[in-house]
T-cell receptor, first 109, second 113 residues
Framework: EDKVVQSPLSLVVHEGDTVTLNCSYE??????LLWYKQEKKAPTFLFML????IEKKSGRLSSILDKKELFSILNITATQTGDSAIYLC?????????FGKGTRLHILP | NAGVTQTPKFQVLKTGQSMTLQCAQD?????MYWYRQDPGMGLRLIYYSASEGTTDKGEVPNGYNVSRLNKREFSLRLESAAPSQTSVYFC????????????FGPGTRLTVL
């Protein structure tokens, strides 16, 4: 069965904290690992990772891929209430994209 | 460019009714997808179309049919709706099957009573 596993499933932190979200995947026909942020409606694209060990960064968000251990992490530093959302990890394969269940992140003011 | 559009935005059906969810993209993408999203389940792939004229089952195809009408449009049909199909449905597209970034529509919230 196709599996992309995210942890934790939910997380509540205070504004200013740093969070790390985890994603593990399977290796079959792997092309890339994708991260999305979903607030009220459709997911919005954050990062695409194809190479191990190379950090992608956008403002306070960063992500890295480990192709040997088959996982990726998404870091958010100095969190703000606007970071509250569901963060989705997805594995892009040759023929389809498989999503994890997501991590629901809630930032308390 | 409108990107990926979906209609309707909201729909309430009774058990046994049928309906078609419409999706269109104006980015000249070859591949299109239908997902459903349920609380705690993430996005699950229903059907996809790698290119015009082809469709394939995803993880949860039972109870659904699709039509790739042309390159722009990919519709999802529920022939006999069931309460278990209450969900938010997202359409997505990408340029090529092996291209990595998908673009999503705004979603259709469907309730089956």
């Amino acid at each position: 069965e196709d599996k992309v596993v995210q942890s934790p499933l939910s997380l509540v932190v205070h504004e200013g904290d740093t969070v790390t979200l985890n994603c593990s995947y399977e290796v079959t026909n792997f092309r890339s690992l994708l991260w999305y942020k979903q607030e009220k409606k459709a997911p919005t694209f954050l990062f695409m990772l194809t190479s191990s060990g190379i950090e992608k960064k956008s403002g306070r968000l960063s992500s890295i891929l480990d192709k040997k251990e088959l996982f990726s992490i998404l870091n958010i530093t100095a969190t703000q209430t606007g970071d509250s959302a569901i963060y989705l990890c997805a594995e892009s394969r040759d023929d389809k994209i498989i999503f994890g269940k997501g991590t629901r992140l809630h930032i308390l003011p | 460019n409108a990107g990926v559009t979906q209609t309707p935005k909201f729909q309430v059906l009774k058990t046994g009714q049928s309906m078609t969810l419409q999706c269109a993209q104006d980015m000249n993408h070859n591949s299109m997808y239908w997902y459903r999203q349920d609380p705690g389940m993430g996005l699950r792939l229903i059907y996809y179309s790698a290119s015009e004229g082809t469709t394939d089952k995803g993880e949860v195809p039972n109870g659904y049919n699709v039509s790739r009408l042309n390159k722009r449009e990919f519709s999802l049909r529920l022939e006999s709706a069931a309460p278990s199909q209450t969900s938010v449905y997202f359409c997505a597209s990408k340029e090529l099957l092996w291209d990595n970034e998908q673009f999503f529509g705004p979603g259709t919230r469907l309730t089956v009573l």
